[in-house]
């Protein structure tokens, strides 16, 4: 018993509330430090080590009581020590892990929409809405989300342990992962000059200024993203692969997030020099940024798991991951099992969410080409897209608090019939991508060569945006 508590170093009592002793006290009273029965925690230590790793396998505190009705979670600092900035309270362990989920899903989303522009990149589009459509509106909209997941990594990070209001900004370079998700955020903010600069807002400046807008900010942010990575593959103990490989590191997914990231910032880079000089080269270009944007999708992949482990610090702040909730022994046993599921689903919303973009930029821009469509149609159907990008966000909000299927009838079978309404409305907004792509292409050789397309319109070597 002694030992056990002899790992704690406690400051501190709140008026009014149980002394943080007593809380400890009733965790080791009622054998909440016996972790037989929980799975290896990424984010944790073994008593004694000293300071945490990301890459260590054996939790700190495993499953313990609940203290006065609600969830108890201890917020260790960077040296492994319970202090003054703990968090003790139901509201702020929701919002903690709220922060990290949306931290995951910017991330993921944004680079789902950088693999979706840069594989409808490879075609030449006859007109320049189509161009913006398929891949101009998809890098704008994913270097927003990109800036997003930054910043939120940032206020998760600079609010770190605050009893406080949270603060919307602060230098905070001590603070574990501010540094890391900063450069995230100033490389993200960085590169949506690049995303914007084929804007027609943009169209009569001067090439010289276009050029650098383009490429050159896009090597900027793709620096920026290097420097995060390289940030985050230290903060993992992952930058020595060698000593990785020996002592078993390279099997702990931490491990495989920063080094993906490290890859993608790369390849980014690569791809933004090599377009300096040739922008529609499709191997150093479309596809180098192709590939980078996978790496960033496997990443974030990775961090959603993480998540759905309750190791709300991902892969940049490992005293969150260190935040151990006390529950009741009996419903403790397996509570960090991730559900195949579950996991899959949301990446289904997400990329719900991803489609129903790219519908709702074919439904708008195409006013500017079929100009023989009746214009209520096109309101219509921009309407209707537009209600299922609404539709997949509040599914996404609806993911951030159900983690597991209820238990309660008849709400267990209204989330199946949730999730089979989701695949069939992925199914059909898939396919109208494809049947729009599809036309859009041949329509296009139509129109190149002079010939009628759909409507009876002919425009020959037509160049309408």
């Known amino acids: 018993m002694e030992k056990c508590r002899s790992q704690f170093r406690l400051r501190g009592r709140r008026d009014g ?3 943080i002793e007593d809380m400890v006290d009733i965790a080791l009273e009622t054998g909440a ?6 799975p290896p925690q990424s984010g944790a230590r073994v008593e004694g080590d000293g300071p945490t790793r990301a890459g260590d396998s054996t939790p700190l505190v495993s499953s313990m009581q609940t203290v006065g009705g609600g969830m108890v979670a201890f917020e260790f600092s960077s040296e492994g020590v319970i202090g003054d900035d703990m968090v003790l309270d139901d509201d702020r362990w929701r919002w903690r892990h709220t922060v990290s989920y949306w931290v995951c899903v910017c991330y993921i989303l944004g680079s789902m929409l950088f693999v979706a522009g840069s594989a409808f990149w490879y075609k030449h589009y006859v007109h320049e809405s189509r161009q913006r459509a398929l891949v101009v ?21 600079i609010n770190l342990g605050r009893r406080g209001a949270s603060k919307l900004w602060e230098w905070s370079p001590e603070k574990d992962g501010f540094l890391g998700y900063w450069f995230y955020f100033v490389g993200a903010l960085v590169f949506n000059v690049s995303c914007i600069e084929p804007l027609e807002l943009f169209a009569d400046w001067p090439d010289w200024l276009k050029r650098e807008m383009a490429w050159g900010a896009a090597e900027v942010g793709s620096l920026c993203f290097i420097a995060g990575a390289f940030v985050e593959v230290h903060t993992t103990n992952s930058l020595n692969v ?10 702990k997914l931490p491990f495989w997030l920063s080094w993906n990231n490290l890859f993608g910032g ?34 974030s992949s990775i961090m959603l798991w993480l998540w759905k482990e309750e190791q709300y610090g991902l892969g940049f702040i490992p005293s969150i991951n260190r935040i151990v909730p006390l529950r ?17 689903f949301i ?22 080409v079929y100009e023989q469509y009746h214009g209520f149609a096109h309101f219509h159907e921009a309407v209707a897209s537009l209600m299922g990008v609404f539709l997949a966000v509040g599914l996404l909000f609806m993911g951030s608090v159900l983690h597991t299927t209820p ?50 319109c002919t425009y020959p070597n037509s160049t309408l945006a």
């Open 17 to 19: 509330d149980m002394a």
């Open 242 to 251: 060698f000593e990785a490989v020996e002592s078993g590191r390279w099997r």
């Open 328 to 344: 009741p022994a009996s419903e403790g046993k397996g509570y960090r099992q991730v559900s195949l599921w579950h996991f899959a």
């Open 407 to 456: 238990r309660i009838h008849p709400f267990d079978k209204l989330l199946y019939w949730v999730q089979v309404y989701v695949a069939v409305k992925l199914i059909q907004i898939l396919i109208s991508i494809e049947e729009y792509y599809t036309v859009a292409l041949s329509s296009d050789e139509k129109e190149a060569a002079g010939l009628p397309v759909a409507g009876g």
């Open 137 to 157: 509106y998809p890098f704008l909209l994913g270097s927003i989300l990109f800036t997003v997941g930054g910043y939120l990594g940032m206020f998760q990070a």
């Open 266 to 299: 790369c390849l980014f880079f690569t791809a933004a020099m090599a377009g300096r000089w040739d922008p529609t080269s499709p191997g150093w270009v479309y596809t180098t940024y192709l590939i980078g944007s996978v790496n960033f999708f496997i990443a």
């Open 347 to 368: 990446q289904v919303y997400i990329t719900l969410t991803g489609a129903s973009f790219i519908d709702f930029c074919f439904a708008t821009q195409r006013f500017s």
């Open 33 to 38: 430090v016996d972790n037989r029965d929980d």
